[in-house]
């Protein structure tokens, strides 16, 4: 069944677990994360991103995932809109059935330019009375995503600040967050405390102090009842891009969030993950991989299925490690 965000993340508060977001672009991502939750017993967060819309059309995307909720009727779905730029965007996808939707006012219109905290307290607020209205949940955003180590957002095409930004911003406040939430009524909060978006997140192996763990603790302890959201949350598995390296493909040195440290900030308020880059490098070390052991094969579900199984065994092993598994 459908159901909205602040129902399942109260639910994930009460129980100490956290969800994993999956970014949903194509037929293959969605069963691929149905069929993890199914086989874990976990509840599902699928988010389609503006550039998910733009690829399959916000239709094909809604009844994709209506197709989810169809198949799998005893996994409970949150249908979020990841990213919103705007509330004239955020009123599109409530109108259009999501049951959860992103106002990202840390950043412009243009997804790149960071705000001022009053522009962002004033789309936000205005998206949350639409959206209550609506039963529909409401996650803003609150300091600006970035790498610690480098400083930058990351995504080069997406969502992101442009230029290096300095350690004021890429740490949100713990005293603003709980004013961001007063004035806002937000049900989720999005905080920058060292992850970025993409695969590019740090150029050096970790060694367990990726993430502000203290700062994750900090806005924890001051808004308890707001459920944090990490974005920029994949692990950039090493397994994965020596098989896309093996198969002809060309991705430099490159590490993201351990598993660990999420554990860690689930341990402290942090209820959804999201995750986007991990799925595809799966799918294309997939890919890779199937096309260069079997050069005469021209079917594409012979490849994409390969595809589905590698997304799914990295959706499992999500659910597992985040408490969300037995859930359902
Ligand atoms: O917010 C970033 C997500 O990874 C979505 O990226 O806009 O390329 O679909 P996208
Ligand atoms: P990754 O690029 O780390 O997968 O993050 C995805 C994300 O935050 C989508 O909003
Ligand atoms: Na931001
Ligand atoms: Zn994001």
Redesign the pocket.
């Known amino acids: 069944a459908l159901i909205s965000m602040r129902q399942l993340l109260d639910h994930a508060a009460e129980h100490g677990y956290g969800v994993p977001a999956f970014?949903v672009?194509n037929l293959e991502q969605m069963r691929a994360i149905m069929e993890a939750a199914d086989r874990t017993d976990s509840p599902v967060i699928v988010q389609a991103?503006?550039?998910?819309r733009k690829?399959a059309g916000a239709p094909f995307l809604r009844h994709l995932i209506l197709a989810a909720v169809e198949e799998f009727p005893h996994i409970p779905v949150v249908m979020h809109q990841?990213?919103g730029t705007s509330p004239a965007v955020c009123q599109r996808s409530i109108q259009l059935g999501f049951s959860s939707v992103m106002m990202d006012g840390s950043l412009g219109e243009d997804g790149k330019t960071p705000t001022s905290y009053d522009y962002n307290v004033d789309v936000t607020r205005r998206t949350v009375e639409m959206a209550h209205a609506c039963g529909v949940s409401v996650e803003g955003e609150l300091g600006c995503l970035g790498s610690l180590e480098t400083g930058m957002a990351g995504?080069e095409?997406?969502?992101g600040a442009e230029g290096k930004l300095d350690m004021e911003q890429l740490l949100t406040d713990p005293e603003e967050a709980a004013d961001f939430v007063k004035a806002t009524g937000v049900d989720a909060l999005a905080i920058a405390i060292g992850t970025s978006?993409?695969a590019y997140k740090f150029t050096r192996p970790p060694t367990g102090d990726t993430l502000s763990i203290q700062r994750i603790k900090e806005i924890h302890a001051r808004i308890p009842d707001t459920h944090l959201v990490m974005?920029g949350s994949s692990s950039v598995p090493q397994e994965w891009l020596e098989v896309i390296n093996a198969h002809g493909g060309e991705i430099p040195e490159t590490y993201g969030v351990p598993v660990e440290e999420i554990i860690e900030g689930i341990k402290h308020g942090v209820r959804k993950v999201?995750i986007?880059?991990d799925l595809r490098l799966a799918s294309t070390g997939a890919v890779r991989r199937f096309l260069a052991e079997n050069p005469s094969e021209f079917d594409p579900r012979k490849f994409l299925k390969e595809t589905v199984s590698a997304m799914r065994e990295l959706c499992i092993a999500r659910y597992e490690a985040f408490g969300t598994a037995g859930n359902a």
Do not use: L, R
């Not at 991103?49 to 998910?52: L, Q």
């Open positions: 970014n672009n991103s503006a550039g998910a690829y990841d990213h995504e095409d997406g969502i978006h993409g974005h999201n986007d880059t």
